[in-house]
């Protein structure tokens, strides 16, 4: 089989960047296209050098449709309208959209799910490997001790992160709440500020810290009464959610048009 041609939207951004350096790392895919916002000043230039990695006949351009036709998936970590705009015409192509973009609304979700009954979406808070399986242990670890086990999730990023809580944040306390049989939009506790009063019994709390070069620190505590269980991770190069999204390219490649997420492309979702 060929090497799977990909597109890279946001591809001067410093995680589009790293996403052409690790396709031009892994066997199997190759960069076929790469988009940037209308106005940008990287237009026009070759995305392999932007990139560090050399020409690669690749240029920039603000015009994805060409490209998607082109490309065989799309790997997407831009804002909510743009990856919303992407998933409409990777349906159109029929190509996998690998959706990394986080803060998304519920709308945003719903336009995604309606292009994925026509093509593969792969749409994930966080797409480490590491971390998808964090999930998996928070949600066991939740199931498994009683209510009286109050979970916290904490996390930190860079100080240009415009989002909180961050997207894995939420992944894990969406595993959490998973785990109790509850929904987290109505369990979780986001803002403490003020005379808050005692803490909610059964509330799935998050703390936010933003400051320096931070790729991404998450844990998740689970205090009960005299010990505490801290399940974390800590992400130290922005290569691994690139790494996690070309196997996603590659899992989705020729697959049923659906909605996965990286349980799925991991083999770690329930049956």
């Not at 970590?77 to 519920?106: D, E, L």
């Not at 292009?115 to 199931?143: C, D, F, Y």
């Not at 933003?210 to 005299?226: E, K, N, T, Y």
Request: glycine share 12%; aromatic share 4%; charged share 20%.
């Amino acid at each position: 089989m060929s090497d799977m041609a990909l597109a890279v939207v946001g591809a001067s951004g410093r995680m589009g960047q790293t996403l052409i350096r690790v396709i031009t790392e892994t066997e199997g895919v190759r960069l076929s296209g790469a988009v940037e916002r209308q106005g940008a000043a990287e237009l026009g230039r070759d995305a392999g050098e932007l990139a560090g990695v050399g020409a690669l006949g690749v240029t920039i351009s603000d015009d994805p449709l060409p490209i998607f036709a082109q490309a065989e998936g799309v790997l997407d970590f831009t804002i909510p309208a743009a990856s919303v705009t992407y998933a409409g015409y990777a349906a159109q192509a029929r190509i996998a959209h690998i959706c990394g973009t986080t803060g998304m609304s519920a709308e945003d979700e719903a336009a995604l799910a309606a292009a994925a009954r026509h093509t593969p979406i792969v749409k994930s808070g966080n797409m480490s490997l590491g971390v998808n399986l964090l999930a998996v242990l928070v949600e066991q670890a939740a199931r498994a001790l009683p209510d009286d086990f109050d979970i916290e999730v904490l996390e930190m990023h860079h100080r240009h992160k415009v989002d909180a809580p961050s997207g894995t944040a939420l992944l894990l306390g969406e595993a959490a709440a998973h785990g109790r049989a509850v929904e987290l939009d109505n369990s979780s506790v986001r803002v403490r500020d003020g005379h808050t009063g005692p803490r909610p019994s059964g509330a799935i709390g998050f703390a936010t810290l933003r400051g320096g070069s931070v790729v991404g620190d998450h844990s998740v505590i689970l205090a009960g009464p005299g010990e505490r269980v801290t399940l974390s991770h800590n992400a130290e190069d922005r290569g691994i959610f690139a790494r996690g999204a070309v196997r996603a390219a590659l899992w989705a490649r020729g697959g049923k048009p659906g909605l996965y997420s990286m349980r799925d492309v991991l083999g770690l979702a329930q049956s």
